[in-house]
């Protein structure tokens, strides 16, 4: 897996237009301005492979980016649950978002993108409890760990494993990532080459 020459296949606006391709994928998914693409870039040692901004709601699109040589895909998803878009935009990416998630084949994992540095958020619960219920592999990714310390990083994801252990038993793999300094790069690159070669 060479994960470092990553480059950029296409953009989808919706499942029917996904590649048609027997390459396995992972997706990134997550609340905007979560860090979907900032760690997407991270993971591939690249700086703006995914576009960023401090602006939520920069991607709008099913985003593919192909591994090599054919080891598969790296899949960004636009974010879910913004306010400030409008209801029906949001419904949109919604429905977008499931529809690709339920019925895309060649999905073998979903990461979710939470932000260590604010309390469970019942969006992100229920969005997990979903992924549960469907049967799709999926793990949490905590991301921005950079910008707290120590403390209040174990005080804010120790919150987050027990309100989702409430509901979930035994809970998903987690990993504590930072895309400033690359902090979880290895663990999640562990689970995208299980997940591919599967
Ligand atoms: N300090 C710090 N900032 C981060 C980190 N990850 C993302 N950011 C910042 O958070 C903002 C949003 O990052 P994006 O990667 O664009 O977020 P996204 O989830 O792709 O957002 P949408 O595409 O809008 O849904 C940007 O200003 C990033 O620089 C991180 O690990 N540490
Ligand atoms: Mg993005």
Known sequence: ??????SFLTSSPELAACPESSLNEVAFIGRSNVG?????NMLTNRKELAKTSSRPGKTELINYFTIPPKFGHLVDLPGYGYARKSKERREMFASLITEYIS??????HVFVLIDSMIPPQQIDLDFILWLA????????????S?????????????RFRETL????????????TSSKTGSGK???LAIVREALNS
């Open 36 to 40: 979907k693409s900032s760690l997407l």
């Open 146 to 158: 950079d910008r707290l310390k120590k403390g209040a990083l174990q005080k804010n994801t120790d």
């Open 186 to 188: 290895s663990e999640t």
């Open 103 to 108: 019925d895309r084949e060649q999905l073998k």
């Open 133 to 144: 219920d469907l049967g799709r592999p999926h793990s949490v990714l905590f991301t921005k």
């Open 165 to 176: 252990g409430e509901h979930y038993n035994p809970l998903p793999q987690m990993v504590i």
């Open 1 to 6: 897996m060479q994960i470092s020459q990553t």
